[in-house]
C-alpha cells in the first residue's frame, strides 16, 4: 500500500493551501486517515484525521478552526485545507493511514506517506 501526498509549496503568511493524498492500495477493509506534520528538531505532531465515512474529524489544537480535512466519495483520497497559515505551520506534512477508529495517536498509524514540506514565510 502506498500513500502519495501533495500539494506543499512555500506561501506568505495568512493565504493558504491544500495538501491531498491518495492511496493506491487497500490493507484494511476499511481506515481512518490522517495527517501529521514535523517541523526541523522537533517531534511529529497531529494534525488532523478523519473517519472512513468522512462523518467524524478531528484536529490538533494548533490547527483547529483554520485546517479542514475531508475525504473523497471514492474514500481513496483526503484532502487538507490549510488556510491562515503562519510561520509556526512550516513542517514537512504527512499522510497517514490506519484501522478504524480515527485518533490523534501517530502509533495508531501503520502506512504512512512520503511527505510533502510547507513553508510559510512571515
Known amino acids: 500500500v502506498q500513500l502519495q501526498a501533495s500539494g506543499g509549496g512555500l506561501v506568505q503568511a495568512g493565504n493558504s493551501l491544500r495538501l491531498s493524498c491518495e492511496t493506491s492500495?487497500?490493507?484494511?477493509?476499511?481506515?481512518?486517515m490522517g495527517w501529521f506534520r514535523q517541523a526541523p528538531g522537533k517531534e511529529r505532531e497531529f494534525v488532523a484525521s478523519i473517519s472512513w465515512s468522512g462523518l467524524s474529524t478531528y484536529y490538533g489544537d494548533s490547527v483547529k478552526g483554520r485546517f479542514t480535512i475531508t475525504r473523497d466519495p471514492n474514500r481513496n483520497r483526503v484532502h487538507l485545507q490549510m488556510n491562515s497559515l503562519n510561520p509556526e505551520d512550516t513542517a514537512i506534512y504527512y499522510c497517514?493511514?490506519?484501522?478504524?477508529?480515527?485518533?490523534?495517536?501517530?502509533?495508531?498509524?501503520?502506512?504512512w506517506g512520503q511527505g510533502t514540506q510547507v513553508t510559510v514565510s512571515s
Open positions: 497517514a493511514a490506519g484501522p478504524e477508529p480515527p485518533t490523534t495517536q501517530r502509533d495508531r498509524y501503520e502506512l
Open positions: 492500495a487497500r490493507t484494511y477493509d476499511i481506515f481512518a
